[in-house]
């Protein structure tokens, strides 16, 4: 545990602000040891914390937070903010089953006034927040840290084009850590950020503005085309002042005598909205993590004094890293396959497909609504592209499958990451909601992968399927061990299989639940109850013969899937209600996860908190037999 006689002070910001200004920096790096402390026992994402820590102290001490509504863009950069507001003596308990999340969360504090797990939402909500106070006539602003890498997603420009309305009252806060947007720092941009901060530079300027618009237009035009290019080459900017934008920066986001005035410049403007420009490096302070700030985004728990990070047990390779292997291969064979992702290439394996196929492997950047629609136009052009994005980052784009892709029926492969519970990243990355909202849309092929094999298998089936959009899904972590094929098969579009054969129980499942279904069933014939087990691999379409003769013949069938309501079950039901099963007196339940957002735990323990694992499918089955046995009785009885 580091020595924090300065940090130990402060419990929320109202006591970091009866601190010295001098005294800010020893804080500053007491909150850099204490956030390496805490993310070294619990894991988490470090580098990017560590790069805001200066910003973070300079933000509440300059800002009446929580009255100043401070929103972070993503939100994984959030633990030094958490540590500052009240939950240091939870920071150890990030990321675990009944403690703190790994990102803002409004239920946590009122110094979260707004959730963010997904990126490049931070300028819309300040700005709802600004308006709001605005309309009410409440003070307090709207502020939004967002990391330059959110930038690239249209809803970051979308917001900031409306965004005028909102006057000083917004403060858009641009943190650069990867010199993509600014100039070299140093004091000469210092000094004209504090200048073309001050209020009387901006008055001056928002009076300039005022009277341009009173000449004619040619010479309104050329005064403005000539301020324009003076900011250009001494601060950078121009984008942001045509969006509406006073600019600021950049400025070197370590530096706390640079950042405080130039904050209290900014809120104390008359003029606005404001963007300020600040660049920090990733990881700053630690040094494994400034080395190598990849590795350092997001770690396991690990050794403070030498950075080492606590090796996963040896087990089965991960799915993601299956599929990546199993997509180069097939690229091999196929010159028309090419790769796309939405900056995650390492967590979907991309990076790997990248090194072998440059030319075939697109990064687009935090924009999954153009990686969908960038796919649509490659696959009308006759290339064959796999979509690879998180479940729960490809709802961002769902517009986009169904007009560009699914109504135009377009070969687009999507293979979805992070099916199911995905543990510590807790509800805003649970990949809960695929199948329902891509099983409903005509033209669709919806897979689940139920192991490694299977995987391989899909794969390869995708990469031959030409005739409209196929998606296959797959769960975050390790397979379970079993043998990969040495040849991929192309499976039966619609085609489920018999895994086990019994005479009582039917057990439907889809995904990687199979297992539990296995473990379920030796279960149940410990009991007497002869069960099949059968894996139908596809949500869509149905392989309805397969599904009516195991209704039909079977007393009890259950279903099984790592998805909400309206996924495979509820396609089952229809199926059956259709065909006039159910008027039989079918025994049918579904399985799936519950109508709640389960927060992070182990995915073992939200399994079983979902009722989705062995013990739940025989209690679901034995309910349902006692049921049928009452029912017999009682008609009997009438």
Sequence with gaps: MPKTPLLDQVNTPDDLRK??????????????????????????HLGSGLGVVELTVAIHYVFDTPNDRLVWDVGHQCYPHKILTGRRDRIRTLRQGGGLSGFTKRAESEYDPFGAAHSSTSISAALGFAIANKLARKPGKGIA??????MSAGMAYEAMNNAAQAGNRLVVILN???????????????????????????????????????????????????????????????????????????????????????????????????????VTQKGKGYAPAEAAADKYHGVQTFDVISGEQAKAPPGPPSYTGIFAKALAAEAERDPKIC??????????????????????????????????????????????????????????????VVHDVAIQNLPVRFAIDRAGLVGADGSTHAGS??????????????????????????????????????????????????????????????????VRQGKTVAILSLGTRLEEALKAADLLEAQGLSTTVADLRFAKPLDEALIRKLLTSHEVAVTIEEGAVGGLGAHVLTMASDQGLIDGGLKLRTMRLPDIFQDQDKPDKQYAEAGLDAAAIVQTVLTALRHNSAGVAQGARA
Excluded: W
Excluded at 182 to 211: D, I, M, N, Q
Excluded at 352 to 380: C, N, S, Y
Excluded at 437 to 449: E, G, I, K, R
């Design 145 to 150: 840290v967002i990391g330059d890498g959110a």
């Design 339 to 400: 790769a796309i992702t939405a900056a995650m290439p390492g967590g979907t394996g991309i990076d790997l497909f990248e090194k072998r196929f440059p030319d075939r492997a697109f990064d687009v950047g935090i924009a999954e609504q153009h990686a969908v629609t960038f796919a649509a136009g490659l696959a009308a052009q006759g290339m064959r592209p796999f979509c690879a994005i998180y479940s729960t980052f490809l709802q961002r784009a769902y517009d986009q």
């Design 433 to 498: 909601f695929d199948v329902t909202y891509l099983a409903t849309l005509p033209n669709f092929v919806v897979m689940a992968a139920a192991d490694e094999a299977e995987l391989v298998h899909m794969v390869h089936t995708c990469a031959v399927h030409d005739s409209g959009p196929i998606a296959l899904r797959y769960p975050r972590g390790n397979g379970t061990g079993t043998a990969l094929p040495e040849t991929p098969e192309r499976l039966e579009i619609g085609k489920g299989r018999i």
């Design 176 to 278: 650069d850590n990867d010199m993509s947007i600014a100039p070299p720092v140093g004091g000469l941009s210092a000094y004209l950020a504090r200048l073309v901060s001050s209020r009387e530079f901006l008055g001056l300027r928002e009076l300039a503005k005022r009277l341009a618009r009173k000449l004619p237009r040619p010479l309104h035009k050329a005064a403005r085309k000539t301020e324009e290019f003076a900011r250009g080459m001494t601060m950078g900017g121009t984008l942001f002042e045509e969006l509406g934008f006073y600019y600021v920066g950049p400025i070197d986001g370590h530096n706390l005598e640079h950042l405080i005035p130039v904050l209290e410049n900014v809120r104390d403007a008359a003029a606005g909205p404001i963007l300020v420009h600040v």
């Design 19 to 44: 601190i010295p200004v001098e005294s800010l920096r020893q804080l500053a790096d007491e909150l850099r040891q204490e956030t390496i402390s805490a993310v070294g026992t619990t894991g988490g």
